[in-house]
């Protein structure tokens, strides 16, 4: 199993130019989440999803998007990229069942910069 | 809202020695905590879950305590060696109702040959 994919690793980008982030799992986990990390600050939750179809806000969705049109897939849209936009950009998935939750795996992360 | 602290930002050891790596958080209804591992440049490793229900969790040299009533868990890293360099992260979901995990901002460990 590859685990959790993200692509691509480094982006650069202009202000006001948008981008999509992808994550793709291949554990068959119900849940997926996007984070992002700055550096003193610790990882904030973006976006989460509890399955295809689903999608809710986590602490700081601002001038993101998501969809989750299938379980393996849950892709990141950025829309007129900003500065404050700068981060390491993580992707996690998890199972869930019962109420139970299961530990959080995460991919490699996107390294994007917005100048 | 949870919150997690961990304390101290960074902890230099020489090799070999045990060290504990602690995690505080304010809610105590927390539904289970989870340990992270992140090199530099890299994503975040799962170490041990707990969940509420349990006290300990045990990898390897790893340990991992849970005390609900105190709001602290602790990692434990028995005869630790320089591969043990690394953040460690600490992480909690607040609740049975909760999908978000509050993470703490690390430790930063070092362990000097």
């Known amino acids: 199993n590859a685990g959790v994919t993200q692509t691509p690793k480094f982006r650069i980008l202009k202000i006001g130019q948008s981008m999509t982030l992808q994550c793709t799992q291949d554990?068959?986990?119900?849940?997926m989440y996007w984070y992002r990390q700055d550096p003193g600050m610790g990882l904030k939750l973006i976006y989460y999803?509890?399955?295809?179809?689903?999608?809710d806000k986590g602490e700081v969705p601002n001038g993101y998007n998501v969809s989750r049109s299938t379980t393996e897939d849950f892709p990141l849209r950025l829309e007129l990229a900003a500065p404050s936009q700068t981060s390491v950009y993580f992707c996690a998935s998890s199972y869930s069942s019962r109420g139970r939750r299961y530990e959080q795996y995460f991919g490699p992360g996107t390294r994007l910069t917005v100048t | 809202k949870q919150e997690v602290t961990q304390i101290p930002a960074a902890l230099s050891v020489p090799e070999g020695e045990n060290l504990v790596l602690n995690c505080s958080f304010t809610d105590s209804a927390i539904y289970n905590l989870q340990w992270f591992r992140q090199d530099p440049g890299k994503g975040l490793t799962s170490l041990l879950l707990?969940?509420?229900?349990?006290r300990e969790q045990t990898s390897g040299r790893l340990n991992a305590s849970l005390d609900k009533s105190s709001g602290r868990s602790t990692l434990y890293i028995a005869a630790s060696q320089p591969g043990d360099s690394a953040t460690y992260l600490c992480?909690?979901?607040?609740?049975?109702?909760?999908?978000?995990?509050?993470f703490g901002k690390g430790t930063k460990l070092s362990v000097i040959p």
């Open positions: 999803s509890v399955g295809a179809g689903i999608t």
């Open positions: 992480a909690a979901y607040s609740g049975a109702g909760s999908y978000q995990l509050t």
């Open positions: 554990m068959n986990h119900n849940y």
């Open positions: 707990i969940q509420s229900s349990q």
